[in-house]
């Protein structure tokens, strides 16, 4: 099937920087929508940013001016680039591609594992 694999969060002070990474494998026709979600302690997963496989992206407006998203579709790969970091975008983060599978029509969202950010004050 399909495989996400998240890399780069860690510890790091406010106002530092982290990049994301997010690398689909597997048994992939096309991505769609490749997105990157957050949860925090006690809070619900939110939508921070999102990317079409035409380079349109979207973002939560709380990261505004300090995330971007990107992608590069030759590697299935989706980034998030993470400046001016703040206590409050402490969260595991986890990445969500919409994959149309080999060998199917159907479009399924398929996720990675998460990666903790932890923003020190």
């Known amino acids: 099937q399909v495989q996400l694999v998240e890399s780069g969060g860690g510890l790091v002070q406010a106002g530092g920087s982290l990049r994301l990474s997010c690398a689909a494998s597997?048994?992939?026709?096309?991505?769609?929508?490749m997105m990157w979600y957050r949860q925090g302690p006690g809070q619900q997963r939110e939508l921070v940013a999102s990317?079409?496989?035409?380079?349109?992206?979207t973002y939560v407006d709380s990261v505004k001016g300090r995330f971007t998203i990107s992608r590069d579709n030759a590697k299935n790969t989706v980034y998030l680039q993470m400046n001016s970091l703040k206590p409050e975008d402490t969260a595991v983060y986890y990445c969500?591609?919409?994959?149309?599978?080999?060998?199917?029509?159907?479009?399924?969202?398929?996720w990675g594992q998460g990666t903790q950010v932890t923003v020190s004050s």
């Open positions: 969500r591609s919409d994959v149309r599978v080999a060998m199917s029509s159907l479009i399924r969202a398929y």
């Open positions: 597997g048994s992939i026709l096309s991505i769609n929508a």
């Open positions: 990317i079409t496989s035409g380079g349109f992206t």
